[in-house]
């Protein structure tokens, strides 16, 4: 850990120039000679990625980074908190401790908390950065989190780990047996330790690969920011054998956004129906669950066809996505289409359709924004429908 650039004038400097282009500092002459320029320039643009994603750390004085990659990588926020609302208890152990976002939140929720890190020079950090946010209740091990559990005799209510998803011989992997540590090899290992483990998986994880992989999986969450999936949760109790939940959440600026559902749940079929006044787009979080028929059926709203995955209802409703008033819906014909869409401008998105949101800007000369938004789909009866529409905004 490098403890020179907490002098009082780097640590001004470095706040005064976080956002300005590296690009251009990189130019100067470094005013501080007696330090690294290299180091200076990269606390400043680690600081820099901060600003949003960790609003926590950007604003508190004497705080050290690691390179600009692990502030890329780590949990945001947002996400950390959100994450730690979702279990409880006295101890937790993270075997993969990073820079400490997560364990900072969990700090808030457990009365002790491990932070395990390998990288001596990170560990270092967190513990560091841990005393400026005035975090007492973790305690940091710089080592293997394997040979931590071992010499302990210490039995936690939650063990956390977000395995490494590069792996040297195969590069960036998405199937938890290659990465770092192996996860379903430790389990029954880490069950030795504890009987609750929350594991953060890549969010390009497919979850029944997850699911076949894994044993005792209680609930699985799927937690997006502003509609983007950012993390896959799988929370497993040591024997645990009942159904198995999926929890997904869209965190957004204001609230947010909830579903929930039993997997495999033998529930009614779907409905399905013709456009009606209204049309729902489910948040990303929903779309990553796949339960596509549990949103018909638990919402009562219509979907448009099987493979379509957007619904219709002609009383509008509080949705957890993205809800429309439908002005008109066309046949997807030559006619149609240039009557109503040709040289417009609409934001356009396709679902379960033979053509690219690409190819049909170009072929209509559709220019991209506006209030308008076109849903390129198909219906009940197989028709290749366009469906035209007004978003609604939340008063």
């Known amino acids: 850990m490098n403890t020179s650039i907490l002098n009082k004038n780097i640590q001004?400097?470095?706040?005064?120039?976080?956002?300005?282009?590296?690009?251009?500092?990189?130019?100067?002459?470094?005013?501080?000679?007696?330090?690294?320029?290299?180091?200076?320039?990269?606390?400043?643009?680690?600081?820099?990625?901060?600003?949003?994603?960790l609003p926590t750390w950007f604003s508190t004085e004497n705080i050290i980074y690691p390179s600009k990659i692990s502030v890329e990588q780590t949990s945001s926020e947002k996400t950390a908190a959100y994450k730690a609302s979702l279990i409880s208890g006295k101890t937790l152990i993270d075997l993969t401790g990073g820079f400490g976002v997560d364990d900072y939140y969990f700090s808030e929720k457990f009365k002790n908390i491990a932070?395990?890190?390998?990288?001596?020079?990170?560990?270092?950090?967190?513990?560091?950065?841990?005393?400026?946010?005035?975090?007492?209740?973790?305690?940091?091990?710089?080592?293997?989190?394997?040979?931590?559990l071992k010499e302990s005799n210490q039995k936690w209510d939650w063990i956390y780990i977000d395995p490494?998803?590069?792996?040297?011989?195969?590069?960036?992997?998405?199937?938890?047996?290659?990465?770092?540590p192996n996860v379903p090899e430790s389990l029954d290992f880490y069950f030795e330790k504890?009987?609750?483990?929350?594991?953060?998986?890549?969010?390009?994880?497919?979850?029944?690969?997850?699911?076949?992989?894994?044993?005792?999986v209680k609930n699985i969450h799927i937690i997006a920011l502003e509609n983007e999936v950012k993390e896959l949760?799988?929370?497993?109790?040591?024997?645990?054998?009942?159904?198995?939940?999926?929890?997904?959440?869209?965190i957004l600026k204001d609230k947010t956004e909830t579903f929930d559902f039993i997997?495999?749940?033998?529930?009614?079929?779907?409905?399905?129906?013709?456009?009606?006044?209204?049309?729902?787009?489910?948040n990303s979080a929903i779309m990553k669950s796949g339960g596509f028929d549990e949103v018909s059926i638990l919402f009562n709203i219509n979907k448009l066809h099987k493979h379509s995955h957007l619904y219709t209802s002609d009383e509008l409703i509080d949705f957890p996505g993205r809800a429309f008033e439908i002005e008109k819906a066309i046949s997807y014909s030559k006619t149609d289409m240039k009557t109503e869409l040709q040289n417009q401008q609409a934001n356009v998105t396709t679902r379960n359709f033979p053509d690219t949101v690409e190819n049909i800007r170009k072929k209509w000369k559709i220019k991209n924004g506006g209030n308008l938004y076109c849903f390129f789909t198909t219906d009940k009866n197989d028709n290749k429908i366009v469906l035209i529409c007004r978003k609604i905004t939340e008063k």
């Not at 490494?164 to 770092?180: E, H, Q, T, W």
């Not at 749940?265 to 729902?280: A, G, R, S, V």
Request: aromatic content about 10%; overall charge negative.
């Open 12 to 53: 001004d400097f470095i706040a005064k120039n976080s956002g300005v282009p590296i690009t251009k500092l990189a130019l100067q002459k470094n005013p501080f000679p007696e330090v690294e320029w290299i180091s200076i320039l990269n606390q400043i643009e680690a600081k820099s990625k901060a600003k949003d994603k």
């Open 233 to 250: 949760l799988f929370e497993i109790h040591n024997h645990y054998s009942g159904e198995i939940t999926i929890k997904t959440a869209n």
């Open 164 to 180: 490494s998803r590069r792996n040297d011989a195969k590069g960036k992997v998405f199937i938890l047996k290659d990465c770092l």
């Open 263 to 282: 997997l495999g749940d033998e529930m009614n079929l779907p409905f399905y129906h013709l456009p009606q006044k209204y049309l729902y787009e489910p």
């Open 194 to 216: 504890s009987d609750s483990v929350l594991i953060k998986t890549a969010p390009l994880l497919d979850i029944s690969a997850g699911l076949s992989e894994l044993k005792f």
């Open 115 to 148: 932070h395990c890190e390998i990288n001596k020079d990170l560990s270092e950090i967190v513990k560091h950065n841990f005393e400026q946010l005035q975090v007492e209740n973790c305690t940091f091990y710089a080592d293997d989190s394997e040979n931590v």
